[in-house]
């Protein structure tokens, strides 16, 4: 049995903008165990956040606001609650969440999902089986955004605290346990810092340390 509920009882409210107005680092502890959900042809794909890494603007060396705003990272920048979507290794898309007050820059990668509804549809998007082991859909930041059809080109810049928005962060009150910090993954700047949060010993989780 995985670390978090693969569903709740309790309807799922947006996670407003003043939720993502805090430093990278509480913001990212936080979104542990909120909801990513994904409108696709009238498909909600849905997924629990289970793993996510901070990112600290102008003063972290890993992230993608250290040189300045451009027009590459401007949503870095401000309001809070935006999708920063990038693409990575010429293959991969990666979704982040802008945070700190407008005009700061700050963000969150979510590095891994729990899937827990529209597991077909992910599979098929990911170009996997319809019977494929739940781990290998969203347990990933490129494979999750290849499961929700993620891509910087339709979703960058999207308000992902708009309840009309087709991507958007939705909470319905559960709280994970046995929540653990680590050094950020795959970065040569900064790799010493402990910036990685993510609910031990859930099966989902991309990667350990």
């Keep these: 049995m995985s670390r978090t509920a693969r569903s709740s009882s309790k309807v799922a409210s947006i996670v407003p903008s003043s939720f ?19 409108d696709l042809n009238s498909e909600h794909l849905v997924g629990r956040i289970v793993e996510v890494e901070a990112y600290f603007g102008a003063e972290d060396p890993a992230a993608h606001a250290y040189i300045g705003r451009t027009s590459r990272n401007s949503v870095l920048f401000g309001p809070p609650g935006v999708a920063y979507v990038y693409f990575i290794y010429g293959m991969y898309y990666c979704l982040n969440v802008s945070c700190e007050p407008d005009g700061h820059a700050g963000g969150v990668l979510i590095r891994a999902l729990e899937p827990i509804a529209g597991l077909e549809t992910m599979a098929k998007l990911r170009k996997l089986p319809p019977n494929s082991k739940p781990q290998l859909l969203t347990a990933g930041p490129g494979r999750l955004c290849q499961a929700l059809d993620i891509t910087r080109a339709a979703h960058n810049g999207l308000d992902v605290t708009d309840a009309t928005s087709c991507l958007r962060i939705e909470d319905d009150g559960f709280k994970p346990k046995g929540i653990q910090v680590s ?27």
């Design 20 to 38: 993502y107005e805090r430093a990278p680092d509480i913001v990212a502890r936080a979104l542990l165990g909120k909801l990513v959900v994904r």
């Design 183 to 209: 050094p950020r993954i795959g970065i040569r700047h900064a790799a010493e810092l402990p910036a990685r949060y993510f609910v031990g010993e859930n099966k989902f989780v991309s990667s350990s340390r």
